[in-house]
Every structure is written in C-alpha cells, then in structure tokens.
C-alpha cells in the first residue's frame, strides 16, 4: 500500500523559506512521476512542481518558478521541496502526490496517490 506523508509546513513571514518534505513509501517510484500540489481556501488544487524518479529535471508552475525547487532523494525515498521568496499568496494546504503519468501532466486526476497535506502560511 503506497503511502506519501508530508512534513515540513508552518507560518513564516514574506520573503522567508520552508522546506516541505514527502516521505514515500509501499512500492517501488522508479517509474513515478513526484509532484507537489497546493489548494488554499475556496480555491481548486493547483499544480506547483513535479519530478521523475528516475531524473532530477523539475517542471514547474510560473507562478513558482525561480523561487521553489522540486528534489528527490533515492536512498531514503524522499521528495523535496524547497519554497524561498515565500508570499502571501503562497499560503495553501500542500499536498504531495505520486502517479505512473505523463511527466508533463498538471492535472490532479492523473495522479494516483496523495499525502494528507501540510499548511503551509505566509503572512505579510
């Protein structure tokens, strides 16, 4: 049974930075794409960044790019992300999720399992 389990999300101020991580875990993710979504209040669940299992090329939402970094570590099957420059509008409940798709793939419907998510806020 896959299981992903986030960890790392909390307040921080405008300009600050956090660290999400996703541990995985039930199955082998060589043929996996990792991704991170976010869903604030009222809001649809918006892709933010996504990586190979097998590779280490990002592929990121505009409204990220440059300022957050997707990673992965084999060894201890974990996902990274790394958020600086953070904004107010950056404040959501992000979720890791994980999916043999179409690395280009931005929809959530594609993926195939998900972590409970961690807030994440940003205040001004």
């Known amino acids: 049974q896959v299981q992903l389990v986030e960890s790392g999300g909390g307040l921080v101020h405008a300009g600050g930075s956090l660290r999400l991580s996703c541990a995985a875990s039930g199955r082998t993710f060589s043929h996996f794409v990792m991704g991170w979504f976010r869903q604030a209040p009222g809001q649809d669940r918006e892709f933010v960044a996504a990586?190979?299992?097998?590779?280490?090329?990002?592929n990121y939402a505009d409204s990220v790019k440059g300022r957050f970094t997707i990673s992965r570590d084999k060894a201890l099957n974990t996902v990274y992300l790394q958020m600086n420059s953070l904004k107010p509008e950056d404040t959501a409940v992000y979720y890791c999720?994980?999916?043999?798709?179409?690395?280009?793939?931005?929809?959530?419907?594609?993926?195939?399992?998900w972590g409970q998510g961690t807030q994440v806020t940003v205040s001004s």
């Open positions: 990586i190979r299992w097998s590779s280490s090329t990002g």
């Open positions: 999720t994980a999916g043999e798709i179409i690395f280009r793939s931005r929809n959530p419907a594609d993926y195939d399992y």
